[in-house]
């Protein structure tokens, strides 16, 4: 059985960065995807980026280009998501999904919130004006 959990939410003024973490235990990371999506209290859950751990390649929303970043750590069996220049729009729960696939697995658009086995409990991010 695996898991996933996300660290590293926090309380952060308008214009601050802030880096959530992923830990995926379980299986390795050597081929995955991972996606992090976001939810604002009375709102959807939306994607915010995601990965393919097996060759890097990577998805932005409009919501998170040019201002988050996403990367994977294999050693760590972990995958980030920096946030800079984060806005108070960007508050709420993020939460982070991961599927074990394969290298040559076909997976549908990545913002599919039904392609992931699993999600974590979600970590709180807080943006001041």
Known sequence: QWHVAEFGGGLVQSGGSLKLSCEVSGFTLDSA????FRQAPGGEREGVACI??????TYYGNNAQGRF?????KAKNTVYL?????RPEDSGFYYCAALH???ATATPFCFTLGMYDGWGQGTQVTVSS
């Open 101 to 103: 696939i394969t290298p």
């Open 33 to 36: 995807a991972i996606g992090w």
């Open 52 to 57: 393919r751990t097996a060759d890097s390649s």
């Open 82 to 86: 920096q946030m800079d220049n984060l």
């Open 69 to 73: 970043a996403i990367s994977s750590d």
